[in-house]
């Protein structure tokens, strides 16, 4: 009879997920350290342990970290984000409040053949 040992899982804990998701996100979005540590009133030091999860986040700084980087104090706590999630995209069209079949506007231009630059979403009009 041969006896295995089950070990427990690791416990990931929402500090250690906060700081791995907010280093992720800044990383995919090519923002820079500094600028997350300007928005939460930190010092650069600080918010570079705070990465490293040397440092426990507040409330309030996780707040101020999603608010930052476009997004929910949710979606920094998801220890499995979307390539979506991770790069800031949001779904904003759907089938009821669109007037194209629910066909998000990167989709339509795409399908139109189009290559739009920075600023066409807000100053062309999708019109057949």
Not at 54 to 72: M, R
Request: zero cysteines; aromatic letters at 4%; a neutral charge.
């Amino acid at each position: 009879m041969t006896a295995t040992m089950n070990m427990p899982k690791a416990k990931v804990n929402a500090q250690d997920i906060v700081a791995a998701n907010v280093n992720l996100m800044i990383t995919a979005r090519h923002l820079q350290k500094k600028d997350l540590a300007n928005a939460l009133g930190l010092a650069p030091q600080t918010i570079a342990r705070k990465l490293r999860s040397e440092i426990t986040w507040t409330i309030n700084e996780t707040q101020a970290a999603a608010d930052f980087l476009n997004t929910d104090v949710a979606t920094l706590l998801n220890p499995n984000l979307t390539m979506h999630e991770l790069l800031g995209y949001k779904n904003t069209a759907t089938s009821d409040e669109s007037k194209n079949g629910g066909i998000s506007a990167s989709n339509e231009w795409g399908r139109r053949g189009l290559n739009p630059g920075p600023g066409d979403y807000e100053s062309h009009a999708l019109t057949d």
